[in-house]
């Protein structure tokens, strides 16, 4: 039997879940575990920023809310509370504010539609996560944005469910491979060793070459240079993002033999499947300091736009291509 | 009146800064705060007296003070929503209302406790018990807001039919049954949305009769917010009540906080002052490095302080309210107005002098004319001076022209080197400290204190004492005598 993504995902008491695209099926991913938590337990809901409106206004189509129990516990800006048809109570204005107005939080009276708006900063949603906590809330989940770069810190959530969809290509075999490499990215294993060399404290500079001895350097270095000179360099490690044009000359130096790129989390390494491809193929690796928990991917065989995959060999070949649970959640 | 540049300058900005109230309604009054005007002494007085009443309620009521600072800090701004009251209101705007009135039911009984001593001149803040029960029903008492169905059978009906539709909803597998009591929900909600609007604007004509009220709390808040942070203020310096009264300004010792921070900073102290002035002109003399500048700051800072209802930093002070104050000093006329220096402080005197004519006025004048040839100068200062004395405003000059001080009322010299008594063991100890550190080593020894000078008062010559004691060769120090004589 295959397993729910509940099933998967309900020893974490933070989770956030994201699309790979627009209508990837993030809304019904949520809706499916909403449905299968325990009544006994209060759940709170938020988003980063708003998603958009109830029609998508690109496709057109119909976006379905996010049907909770009473009690639940949600966050939402003041203009969209009217559009929230759960009986409401008032719990908390967040003083945070947002272009559809300041961020409350809401108890549920009754089941019911909520549309979700939360702070798009990650400090001021950890602070709602806290309000959450002091007003009853056993679990959080976060509905995040479109794109990797949302996809937080472990700070917010214990861990995260990508949301796969048709609606990303007409062709399948792009769809499953732009996931596998998500997939393969966002999973990044941590460095041990990391840690231990950069310690409680900030890095002093941009960069930051783990050898014999550890050289923190500005963000102008010439880092080729730097590492050449460097005793037995056996990691880089980046403050901010990796991207393909950082990474580029790095493979063609050919220096990345032996040594690991690594950034903060899997969030900051914004590198395209090409990239990837050529950085294994020069023997390269990543790594990162704080590892992303990657529970769970989810398919979505309907497109937006009208090129609907097949449903079971959807499955069969996302199974095949990610080395992770792949959950088909339907309505 | 003085500018916002001046205003920095003379420590104002940094004595507000000083202060935080608790609230933002005594953010607000902060930053309303306006400079009194004559006629407005019984008004001022009072505010005054206020800030008198906290200290002296402080002692004995610090839990309850403690408690109001407390509950301040959680207050949110609301007067947008209570000026809605009496029209549609959305539930937040209930919920910030229903806030409100719970933390008046911890803040008028603090308020209370301390006002049967304190007896406030016109802070009143009382608990909104009725305006409560409106939001409140149920008398929970909790800080969250859902509009009840108490008073609305429609609505409870309503509610109890959505309930038992979701109770079916939980039930029911997808399919035509699911969608059919989808689509009964939906029109039972849309009812419930509208009798909740309904509920909402009852709910809002019910608080309307308590809308003065709420208001009024909102401004009684502020007002108690910022008399404490006052009372505060003051305890932290050396602060006193000022009488406001008579014709003349006088203050004993006062200081500045701002210069006393600068002060101690670079490990000096700052020399409370003492000055004693009358309708025309005073002037204060004194060598370089001699804080004369120091001192009319300090005068328009605690002038403008007890103006805006501060106590001032002094032991003493007495200060009649005035139309104006006034200061001219040229390092900020030039620039703002890419004129010669000396060219913007007439164009300033000019503008100033018809409104100094008209009411009663401080006129602050910084070694005015100090921009053009020394003859010249001299003699503007003095004829300042001359028209100045016999203006009904108080005028303070400092000068380093000759003659001067003859044509004015009153005369202060900064002390400078005057208490040392024995030049001749300073210089020997200079000598023996490397060059560029003299000088810095002379201002330890500099009284900045002011001293009132009377009439004919020999006046010791600081500025060759200073050459002297800074190692300027004999030939010339004696050159420079020679031409004294």
């Not at chain 1, 993030?26 to 409106?53: F, Q, R």
């Not at chain 1, 379905?64 to 516990?73: C, F, K, N």
């Not at chain 1, 460095?191 to 050898?211: D, R, V």
């Not at chain 2, 000026?83 to 719970?102: A, C, M, P």
Request: charged share 25%; hydrophobic share 40%.
């Amino acid at each position: 039997m295959e397993s729910s993504l509940f099933n998967l995902v309900q020893r974490y008491g933070s989770l956030s879940i994201s699309g790979m695209c627009k209508n990837a099926g993030k809304t019904t991913a949520l809706n499916s575990l909403v449905k299968n938590y325990p009544e006994n337990e209060t759940l709170a809901l938020t988003s980063i920023g708003w998603d958009g409106e109830k029609t998508d206004t690109v496709t057109g189509t119909e976006k379905p809310g996010i049907y909770v129990r009473e009690g639940s516990l949600f966050a939402t800006s003041e203009k969209l509370l009217r559009s929230c048809d759960v009986t409401k109570e008032i719990l908390e204005t967040t003083g945070i504010s947002t272009p559809l107005g300041e961020v409350v939080l809401v108890r549920a009276l009754s089941d019911g539609n909520v549309q979700l708006a939360g702070p798009s900063i990650v400090v001021q949603l950890i602070g709602i996560s806290k309000l959450f906590r002091e007003h009853g809330a056993s679990r959080t989940i976060i509905d995040g944005a479109v794109g990797r770069k949302t996809l937080c810190s472990r700070a917010l959530a214990e861990a995260t469910v990508l949301c796969a969809g048709a609606s990303y290509s007409p062709s399948m075999e792009e769809t499953i491979a732009e996931a596998a490499h998500m997939c393969s990215i966002l999973t990044t294993a941590e460095l041990p060793e990391l840690k231990q060399q950069m310690g409680e404290g900030q890095p002093n500079g941009k960069y930051i070459i783990i050898g014999q001895e550890n050289r923190h350097l500005p963000d102008e270095a010439d880092i080729l240079a730097e590492i050449k000179q460097s005793k037995a360099p056996r990691c880089l490690y980046i403050e901010g993002a990796l991207t393909d044009s950082m990474l580029d000359p790095l493979v063609r130096s050919g220096l990345l033999r032996e040594m690991k790129i690594a950034t903060r989390d899997a969030s900051r390494l914004l590198i395209s499947r090409e990239s990837s491809r050529k950085l294994k193929a020069a023997g390269g690796e990543l790594a990162v300091l704080e590892s992303i928990n990657l529970a769970a991917v989810t398919i979505n065989p309907y497109s937006a736009y009208g090129n609907h995959y097949h449903r079971e060999m959807f499955m069969t070949r996302m199974k095949a291509a990610v080395p992770l649970p792949v959950v088909d959640v339907r309505e | 009146m003085l500018t916002h540049e001046q205003k920095n300058r003379i420590g104002f900005t940094y004595v507000l800064n000083q202060i935080r109230p608790a609230s933002p309604y005594g953010r607000d009054a902060l930053r309303s705060t306006q400079a009194a005007c004559p006629g407005q002494e019984e008004v001022l007085r009072k505010e005054l007296q206020n800030i008198a009443k906290t200290l002296k309620t402080l002692p004995q009521a610090q839990a309850a003070y403690a408690k109001l600072e407390q509950v301040f800090r959680q207050t949110k701004d609301i007067r947008s929503s209570i000026k809605r009251i009496g029209g549609q209101l959305s539930e937040i705007d209930l919920f910030e209302i229903k806030q409100f009135t719970l933390q008046l039911e911890e803040i008028a009984p603090a308020f209370d406790e301390i006002n049967k001593s304190a007896k406030y001149h016109g802070i009143a803040i009382e608990g909104m018990g009725p305006a409560l029960a409106i939001l409140d029903p149920e008398e929970s008492k909790v800080a969250s807001f859902h509009i009840s169905s108490r008073s609305f059978p429609l609505l409870a009906e309503l509610r109890e039919e959505k309930k038992s539709i979701e109770r079916k909803l939980r039930l029911t597998p997808d399919g035509k049954k699911k969608a059919e009591l989808l689509s009964q929900r939906s029109e039972v909600t849309a009812r419930e949305q509208k009798e909740e609007l309904e509920a909402a604007l009852w709910l809002s004509k019910e608080l309307k009769p308590w809308q003065d009220h709420l208001l009024q709390n909102t401004e009684a808040i502020g007002r108690m917010d910022l008399t404490m942070q006052k009372a505060k203020l003051a305890s932290a310096g050396d602060a006193c009540m000022p009488e406001i009264t008579g014709e003349g300004i006088s203050f004993t010792s006062m200081s500045n906080p701002q210069m006393e921070n600068t002060l101690a900073e670079a490990g000096g102290q700052f020399t409370p002052l003492s000055l004693e002035l009358k309708a025309g002109t005073t002037v204060i003399t004194g060598a370089n490095m001699g804080g004369k500048s120091v001192a009319l700051k300090t005068l328009a800072l605690n002038v403008l302080l007890i103006h805006c209802g501060f106590y001032p930093f002094a032991k003493k002070a007495n200060c009649p309210l005035l139309d104006g104050i006034h200061m001219i000093s040229d390092d900020l006329e030039a620039a703002d107005r890419g004129l010669s220096s000396f060219g913007g402080e007439i164009v300033k005197l000019q503008e100033v002098l018809s409104e100094v004519r008209e009411g009663k006025a401080l006129m602050l004048l910084d070694e005015f004319a100090r921009g053009t040839n020394p003859s010249e100068g001299g003699a503007i200062a003095r004829g300042v001076c001359a028209y100045m004395s016999k203006q009904k405003a108080v005028t303070v000059m400092t000068t380093h022209y000759e003659g001067v001080a003859a044509l004015a009322g009153a005369h202060y010299q900064v002390a400078g080197l005057r208490k040392i008594k024995d030049h001749q063991a300073l210089s020997g100890e200079l000598a023996s400290t490397p060059v560029g550190e003299r000088v810095a080593k002379i201002a330890g020894y500099m009284d900045y204190g002011l001293l009132h000078i009377c009439a004919g008062e020999k006046l010791p010559k600081d500025a060759i004492n200073i050459c002297r004691m800074l190692g300027l060769q004999d030939e010339i120090i004696s050159l420079i005598n020679g031409q004294l004589e």
